[in-house]
């Protein structure tokens, strides 16, 4: 068995553990909560719109593995979830993606109740080329943090602010954003770890 296909399977087995759940009900309300602290989000060019998201309750949303597997928010319930909006067209997504690696790992060695996981937007547009194209670099640059699709419907544009990739958003094990990034890389990567050992502290 060549390396390539040992990283395929690894993919496919850690897609396979995080969509056992099922998409059941809502991971909370979705209304903002009161007061939104503007002063919890990460330095970077940041909207007023991607601003006003901190504090607030997370959407629901479901999207799909490119196994073809079902993830919705409900399956992270109870933990902290960290989302990396990529796209496989973006520079910069393709030179952060090993920091979120990092950090998954970091999350598993450690043991914490939290996921890592990236959703590739293209407003639910996908075929063959595509998934072909992301196999390649994840399995070339050896990524196992699991991989999704948004769909048609997923309004991530208008529901988390994704106007430019990467957008890296940080989910409560209560269902609140607590941060949302415009970049990320090693500047940061110290920055999001001290908030997930955080909010593991405080759950």
């Known amino acids: 068995m060549n390396i390539q296909m040992i990283h395929v399977i690894a993919i496919a087995a850690t897609s396979a553990a995080l969509f056992a759940q099922g998409c059941q009900g809502n991971r909370g309300p979705t209304s903002e909560s009161a007061g939104a602290a503007t002063t919890k989000v990460d330095p970077g060019q940041l909207s007023a719109r991607a601003k006003r998201l901190v504090g607030t309750k997370a959407r629901p949303f479901t999207v799909d593995s490119i196994e073809g597997d079902e993830f919705c928010l409900d399956d992270a319930d109870g ?5 990396d909006f990529w796209n496989i067209g973006c520079a910069a997504c393709l030179s952060d993606m090993p920091v979120m690696q990092e950090v998954s790992d970091w999350i598993d060695r450690n043991d914490l109740p939290a996921r890592a996981i990236t959703i590739h937007t293209t407003d639910g547009r996908r075929n063959s080329r595509l998934i072909d194209s992301i196999r390649d ?3 070339r640059n050896k990524i196992t943090v699991p991989i999704l699709l948004d ?9 988390y602010a994704v106007e430019s990739w990467p957008r890296i958003v940080v989910i ?9 990034m415009t970049t990320f890389g090693s500047w940061n990567k110290n920055q999001l770890e001290e908030a997930i050992s955080r909010l593991s502290a405080a759950d």
Do not use: C, K, W
């Open 151 to 159: 769909r048609e419907d997923s309004e991530f544009r208008a529901n």
């Open 137 to 139: 670099y994840t399995s």
């Open 79 to 83: 933990e902290i979830l960290v989302i």
């Open 172 to 180: 409560g094990p209560d269902g609140t954003i607590e941060h949302v």
